[in-house]
């Protein structure tokens, strides 16, 4: 079992910036990918970035250029700039390893407009 503590959720006015971490209690090698998703009230959970242990990225289209995924070692990051009211959603850390799919248990962002 794998667990993810996520932290950096919180309130912030629109146009300022946050910056999520999760952190996997797993070995970097056993690691497959990282990503973050979020759901708002009354949507599906949707993605919003994932990367790969070779650097590689991947966005929603509607987020490129706001958002940016990185990570170092068994820890990822998600920098959210020039935030707006409809980024306000739970924010799930995700992680692919080799023995599963794992979940983080979600931190609030709310963006005030």
């Known amino acids: 079992q794998v667990r993810l503590d996520e932290s950096g959720g919180g309130l912030v006015q629109a146009g300022g910036s946050l910056r999520l971490s999760c952190a996997a209690s797993t070995t970097i090698w056993r690691i497959r990918t990282m990503g973050w998703y979020r759901q708002a009230p009354g949507k599906q959970r949707e993605l919003v970035a994932t990367?790969?242990?070779?650097?590689s990225t991947n966005y929603a289209d509607s987020l490129k250029g706001r958002f940016t995924i990185s990570r170092d070692k068994n820890t990822a990051y998600l920098q959210m700039n020039t935030l707006k009211s409809e980024d306000t959603a739970v924010y799930y850390c995700?992680?692919?390893?080799?023995?599963?799919?794992?979940w983080g248990q979600g931190t609030q962002v709310t963006v005030s407009s």
């Open positions: 990367i790969t242990p070779d650097g």
């Open positions: 995700n992680v692919r390893e080799v023995t599963g799919v794992y």
